[in-house]
Nanobody
């Protein structure tokens, strides 16, 4: 069992930055692929960024490439999402996810956090 708790969301102006954190419980954190998804009002949940369980290679949705950076600290059981150059269209609830497999795209995440709201004003 893995529990995920996100933090770091908030209100920011367009062009600003936020850093989301996701703290995971459990002793097998490094065995999970981790990722971030988001869901805007009236839209389906979509993939944002992921980091693999081995090697730590990262991958991103086209809409955030060059602006967002995902990283993980296995010693702290934490995954981060640094979001720069934020746009109003980035407004959504952001969810942390863990998948027991190589990536959160290749393997449906088994665990989800409760979500944290990010609002970008124009």
């Amino acid at each position: 069992q893995v529990q995920l708790v996100e933090s770091g969301g908030g209100l920011v102006q367009a062009g600003g930055s936020l850093r989301l954190s996701c703290a995971a419980s459990g002793r097998t954190f490094s065995s999970y692929a981790m990722g971030w998804f988001r869901q805007a009002p009236g839209k389906e949940r979509e993939f944002v960024a992921g980091v693999r369980w081995r090697g730590g290679s990262t991958y991103y949705a086209d809409s955030v490439k060059g602006r967002f950076t995902i990283s993980r600290d296995n010693a702290k059981n934490t995954v981060y999402l640094q979001m720069n150059s934020l746009k109003p269209e980035d407004t959504a609830v952001y969810y942390c996810a863990a998948a027991l497999g190589p990536s959160v795209v290749a393997t449906t995440p088994r665990y989800w956090g409760q979500g944290t709201q990010v609002t970008v004003s124009s």
